[in-house]
């Protein structure tokens, strides 16, 4: 099952962010699951936060929950919001490495 995981930043914790960048970093490389894409968005708008996305491929959707669970910027709320959800991707070119 392919889930997608979309999370937008607190501006109000960016230095929590950046004090945490590497271990975030050091959990996403160091993931038991597998990690399709993951990366943040274009640096936002003044006054707006920051988006990132983490596409994986797992057996459920609480096997994610629980590895996004662990992320340092989830545990230090970091996020002031995430979404986690079953992605059914349906035409693209990375399709059928999928």
């Known amino acids: 099952m392919i889930v997608v995981r979309y999370a ?56 994610f929950e629980t590895f996004s669970a662990g992320d340092p910027f989830v545990r230090a709320g970091v996020y002031r919001s995430v979404d986690v959800f079953e992605w059914r991707p349906s035409f693209g070119l990375l399709l059928d490495s999928l």
Request: glycine share 8%; hydrophobic share 40%; net charge negative.
């Open 8 to 63: 937008v930043s607190d501006p109000g914790k960016a230095a929590e962010r950046s004090r945490l960048l590497e271990q975030h970093k050091a959990y996403l490389y160091g993931a038991a699951i597998r990690i399709l894409l993951s990366g943040p968005s274009a640096p936002p708008a003044e006054g707006k936060g920051s988006t990132a996305v983490v596409i994986a491929d797992v057996e459920t959707l609480a096997e």
